[in-house]
């Protein structure tokens, strides 16, 4: 059975959750509660739980900060977040530490059950997967590159933590005697059609033979991978060869970008020496960070992190300061509003728009380097992933985040972003054109544009031809919600807009939203966020 750990400041959500699953038939037990942040962690660090379950934010440890430490505690740990609303913070945080699922409140029994399959599957492999893994170890006939192709992938997924030699000789086969160990990555750019096409089989063949014949005589050991459009290496050397690995490696460069001219952009990404192993995962992170610049320094350069250079060292290796987050994160929330917007109505030009204005925006932070621009750009594919699909989006925010990788500039990847875009609006508009979905998306187009006015259902049934009793069933068969309901919500999520973004009255802001009680839309609105209009602009404003 897969142990399972619930933690909630609300005891009614951890009972809620209890009662909504049928645990037995999942192969999963609950194995505790916590109510919360440090009481789920002493959980996770005593019981070793296969999966967390946890709300975004909770008092003494928040959601964030305790994914972070339980991860340090159970590396494997699948985790899920309660959330009722996405901010950029919280969407950077899922990225580096690959969140498996998010269930919003109010919490259906179908998304947690689904939720809880999808984590319980990836337990089951991972579990088979290590199995597996061990029983090659002991195998001695088995490859050695299985085994370092699971190195790769352990230091991908973060999964790798202060190895020894050892250890990295053991169960990685990859034995580094001495000296030096770096991690590199070579990246290459192009239109996604064209890379899919011979021209990917080109990359990787000549890659490998490049990086073999320049760095095999300088180098005790030697790994280079490619995954997708980038070639992770590997290397150990002695201390003393530093300088003549750099220049190598700046040859590898040079002689792929002649030897591929005009069929590709390349960027050689180079993480600082790591004298002692324990810092190999720290030098590959660092690569990771340093390719990054390439989005707003240009691609055809050799990154690195070492002090000692005189390229630019990579600004994402010293991070991203916390205003330039706040900043991106406000911008990232308007977007996410724009794109609510436009996925009720499936508007082209208005998610152009947000699109256009999340670029110029982050681009203009004082401060904002590739990782910003980069990390803005995934989450903003997942919102619109999430908005547009009935599936949850993560088929297609998967194949947004492959095709963003082959885009070796900020201003392509914000193109791919706008076409990612269009590309979902038209999908759902092409799933909505069924005769009971015309006139459900009819009149939520109605409702976008007189939410101000004093529109009933009548007004909105004359204005898309069908009777009142007709529509109201439709309506509530569709979106599982009366209309008056979804008219309440509109009117509500614009006032939170204003109360964001203006400092109008609260009194103004009931009369641009359709009430003219101010007392009633008070109401109104705290039954729905829980505050009060003056909290809510005091906490968001």
């Known amino acids: 059975m897969l142990k399972v750990v619930i933690a909630d400041d609300e005891e009614r959500v951890c009972r809620l959750i209890q009662m909504l699953v049928d645990w037995d038939a999942l192969g999963m037990e609950v194995a505790g509660t916590a109510s919360n942040g440090l009481e789920a962690l002493g959980l996770v660090e005593s019981l070793k739980p296969d999966i967390l379950?946890?709300?975004?934010?909770?008092?003494?440890?928040?959601?964030?900060?305790?994914?972070?430490?339980?991860?340090?505690?159970?590396?494997?740990?699948?985790?899920?977040?309660?959330?009722?609303?996405?901010?950029?913070?919280?969407?950077?945080?899922?990225?580096?530490?690959?969140?498996?699922?998010?269930?919003?409140?109010?919490?259906?029994?179908?998304?947690?059950?689904?939720t809880l399959e999808k984590l319980g599957a990836k337990?089951?492999?991972?579990?088979?997967?290590?199995?597996?893994?061990?029983?090659?170890?002991?195998?001695?006939?088995?490859?050695?590159?299985?085994?370092?192709?699971?190195?790769?992938?352990?230091?991908?997924?973060?999964?790798?933590?202060?190895?020894?030699?050892?250890?990295?000789?053991?169960?990685?086969?990859?034995?580094?005697?001495?000296?030096?160990?770096?991690?590199?990555?070579?990246?290459?750019?192009?239109?996604?059609?064209?890379?899919?096409?011979?021209?990917?089989?080109?990359?990787?063949?000549?890659?490998?033979?490049i990086v073999a014949s320049a760095l095999s005589a300088l180098c005790s050991a030697v790994f280079f991978k490619f995954r997708l459009s980038a070639g992770y290496g590997i290397i150990n050397y002695?201390?003393?060869?530093?300088?003549?690995?750099?220049?190598?490696?700046?040859?590898?460069?040079?002689?792929?970008?002649?030897?591929?001219?005009?069929?590709?952009?390349?960027?050689?990404?180079?993480?600082?020496?790591?004298?002692?192993?324990?810092l190999l995962p720290k030098s590959f992170r660092e690569a990771q960070a340093a390719l990054t610049e390439r989005l707003t320094e240009g691609t055809g350069r050799m990154y690195e992190c070492a002090?000692?250079?005189?390229?630019?060292?990579?600004?994402?290796?010293?991070?991203?300061?916390?205003?330039?987050?706040?900043?991106?994160?406000?911008?990232?929330?308007k977007y996410s509003r724009a794109v609510a917007r436009a996925a009720g109505s499936l508007g082209v030009e208005e998610a152009d728009a947000a699109a256009v204005e999340l670029y110029e925006g982050i681009s203009k932070l004082e401060g904002a380097n590739g990782q910003v621009l980069w990390e803005t750009a995934l989450a903003a594919g997942n919102v619109i992933a999430l908005a547009l699909n009935k599936d949850g989006g993560s088929g297609r925010a998967a194949g947004f985040a492959e095709n963003c990788a082959l885009c070796g500039s900020a201003g392509k990847l914000?193109?791919?972003?706008?076409?990612?875009?269009?590309?979902?609006?038209?999908?759902?508009?092409?799933?909505?054109?069924?005769?009971?979905?015309?006139?459900?998306?009819?009149?939520?187009?109605f409702a976008a544009k007189h939410y101000g006015e004093p529109i009933t259902l009548d007004d909105v049934c004359a204005s898309i031809g069908f009777s009142v009793n007709y529509f109201s069933t439709l309506f509530k068969k569709e979106t599982g919600e009366g209309f008056s309901q979804y008219l309440t919500r509109v009117r509500i999520d614009q006032a939170r807009e204003l109360l964001r973004d203006t400092r109008l009255p609260v009194a103004d802001i009931c009369a641009r939203v359709g009430y003219n009680d101010v007392k009633h839309f008070t109401g109104t609105f705290k039954k729905l966020t829980d505050l009060s209009p003056g909290q809510f602009r005091k906490l968001y404003g």
Request: proline share 4%; net charge negative.
């Open 307 to 333: 002090a000692a250079s005189d390229d630019r060292r990579a600004g994402a290796a010293a991070g991203v300061s916390q205003p330039v987050k706040a900043a991106a994160g406000r911008l990232l929330e």
């Open 414 to 445: 914000y193109e791919y972003l706008r076409d990612f875009q269009r590309q979902s609006v038209e999908a759902a508009r092409e799933a909505l054109e069924s005769e009971a979905a015309r006139p459900i998306r009819a009149a939520k187009e």
């Open 53 to 114: 379950i946890t709300d975004i934010r909770m008092p003494g440890c928040d959601g964030l900060e305790l994914i972070e430490r339980a991860r340090a505690a159970s590396p494997s740990l699948e985790i899920a977040l309660i959330s009722g609303y996405a901010q950029f913070e919280y969407a950077q945080t899922a990225i580096r530490h690959d969140v498996g699922g998010y269930i919003l409140k109010p919490i259906k029994k179908e998304v947690l059950t689904e």
């Open 238 to 278: 002695g201390e003393e060869d530093g300088g003549k690995v750099r220049r190598a490696l700046r040859e590898c460069l040079n002689s792929l970008e002649a030897r591929l001219f005009g069929t590709v952009e390349l960027t050689l990404a180079v993480g600082s020496e790591a004298k002692r192993p324990e």
């Open 123 to 209: 337990c089951r492999e991972r579990a088979a997967t290590a199995s597996e893994a061990k029983r090659m170890i002991m195998d001695s006939q088995k490859s050695g590159e299985i085994l370092r192709d699971r190195l790769l992938e352990d230091l991908l997924q973060g999964r790798l933590d202060g190895p020894s030699r050892a250890l990295l000789k053991n169960d990685y086969g990859f034995d580094a005697p001495g000296g030096c160990l770096r991690a590199f990555i070579l990246k290459a750019d192009c239109p996604p059609e064209a890379f899919r096409s011979h021209l990917a089989g080109v990359i990787t063949q000549t890659s490998g033979e």
